[in-house]
């Protein structure tokens, strides 16, 4: 029953652990897909995969610990050494994974004594076991078979020197060590990662897209659409002006979606829309555009009166992430 106790104990410490890498994961991975970072960060490739490889690593090693520790420790000799095997060289491909992670975002994150421990241990089970040199000595190192259980076995290692020792390898803590430590790594990027947001933000917080949009916007386009329809030079011109202006403040807004790197793929495809639209009433009102008559000029005018509601949406839309 104790045995049983301890194991129940530790699969919850362990699921709280995996839980709380999960959720910094998650902060890291949504940093990095928000369109204004992700662009900047898409501009080196090597460091993008190096990130994207680092997270899908962890991601993938927390996977095997997970099922490690839910998974009843096989009967069969062979099974038990790959799942041996396999546990400590998670843990191994872990660390790497973290430190590439943290280089990536220029942060120096040494290794600390518990971590080069489990790399130690780890390089001396399965790493270099028949022939290891460690601090000027050599040592040849064997796992005990018949030690071997989910909670680890008995690491017996001789040196040139004939000495012989005996490790004990408690998996579960190493577990519960390395987990700890990969938090404490992940904290440190998520902090760095929040600050940078924050200082990206608070530059932009007092100047809002929706400001780009003056209030006489629906004036603009209620006398572009009468210098389409009226025939006196006067109208035209002034329909001809405010098209102008609306141009003028539709490049300011691209701009200030380019200064905040917001311009998706999907924002420039309907702005590239959009200024198509504008030219060719441009083109209309020039007299330059042959094949347009008055009908298509009304639809163009539609089309840019309608689809403004969706680039002041966007604005406000972006707007509220700035204020959060």
Request: hydrophobic share 35%.
């Amino acid at each position: 029953m104790a045995t049983s106790r301890r194991g129940v104990s530790h699969q919850v410490e362990l699921g709280s652990l995996i839980s709380q890498v999960g959720d910094l994961e998650k902060v890291i991975r949504d940093h990095i897909n928000t369109h204004r970072y992700q662009v900047d960060l898409l501009q080196d490739s090597s460091n993008w995969n190096q990130i994207c490889s680092s997270l899908d690593v962890i991601g993938d090693t927390m996977f095997a610990i997970g099922s490690y520790g839910a998974s009843e420790f096989p009967k069969d000799s062979g099974l038990q050494y790959i799942y041996t095997y396999g546990l400590l060289q998670s843990l191994f491909l872990q660390q790497d994974a973290l430190r590439h992670l943290s280089e990536a975002f220029d942060i120096q994150l040494n290794p600390s004594p518990t971590l080069m421990e489990i790399r130690g241990i780890r390089n001396a089970s399965i790493g270099h076991p028949t022939k290891q040199n460690q601090k000027g000595e050599r040592f040849y190192n064997y796992i005990s078979r018949m030690s071997m259980s989910k909670h680890g076995f008995d690491l017996l290692r001789h040196s040139e020197h004939r000495n012989f020792d005996v490790v004990n390898v408690d998996i579960p803590a190493m577990v519960k060590n390395q987990l700890a430590e990969v938090i404490s790594g992940y904290t440190v990027i998520a902090d760095k990662l929040a600050e940078a947001d924050r200082m990206h933000k608070k530059r932009f917080k007092s100047s809002l897209l929706r400001d780009v949009f003056p209030s006489a916007m629906g004036y603009f386009f209620e006398k572009i659409g009468q210098g389409i329809w009226a025939h006196s030079p006067g109208d035209r011109e002034f329909g001809r002006s405010n098209l102008r202006m609306l141009r003028e403040t539709y490049e300011k807004f691209q701009s200030a979606l380019e200064e905040r790197n917001e311009l998706s793929e999907y924002a420039k495809f309907d702005l590239d829309q959009y200024f198509h639209a504008i030219e060719r009433l441009e083109g209309y009102f020039a007299g330059s555009s042959e094949s347009m008559e008055e009908p298509d000029a009304r639809i163009y005018w539609s089309y840019l009166r309608n689809e403004h509601a969706g680039f002041t949406q966007i604005a406000e839309e972006i707007d509220e992430q700035y204020r959060k």
